[in-house]
């Protein structure tokens, strides 16, 4: 909650709509027990005052590890991952996509993008960590 409480402290809580947190493959998110993006939002939730929803996209391909993946590779990887199953929910709402740490970028931005084309008014993008 800290860093939701930051964010509303500078006013940051009026540039969106809603909280979308970085979906994990359902086989995976099963085998980890939990989605850390979706633990990380939740808190934003509170702090925030804005609803949070973990099914607004899904991950539909189970996309290798990126970890040993240059960025080319990593965007190969994860370009058609996502899927928006009911694009009347983003219609013309601002949206504060979560993750827990960005390296490359590629899944949050393959994830944006299929917001975007979906009618996702104006995405946001917060993460805990980068990795350099």
Not at 62 to 85: M, Y
Not at 110 to 130: R, T
């Amino acid at each position: 909650m800290f860093f939701g409480n930051e964010m509303k402290d500078l006013g940051l809580d009026n540039e969106f709509d809603m909280i979308v947190p970085m979906p994990l493959h359902h086989s995976r998110q099963r085998k980890r027990g939990y989605n850390q993006s979706t633990l990380f939002a939740e808190g934003l939730e509170l702090s925030l005052e804005k609803p949070c929803y973990d099914n607004i996209i899904i991950r539909q391909k189970n996309t290798s590890s990126q970890t040993r993946k240059n960025k080319a590779e990593r965007w190969e990887n994860v370009k058609c991952a996502f899927r928006v199953p009911d694009s009347k929910r983003i219609q013309n709402q601002r949206i504060l996509l979560v993750d827990d740490i960005i390296t490359t970028g590629a899944s949050l931005e393959a994830c944006g993008q299929e917001l975007l084309h979906h009618g996702c008014k104006e995405l946001s993008v917060v993460c805990i960590a980068e990795a350099q």
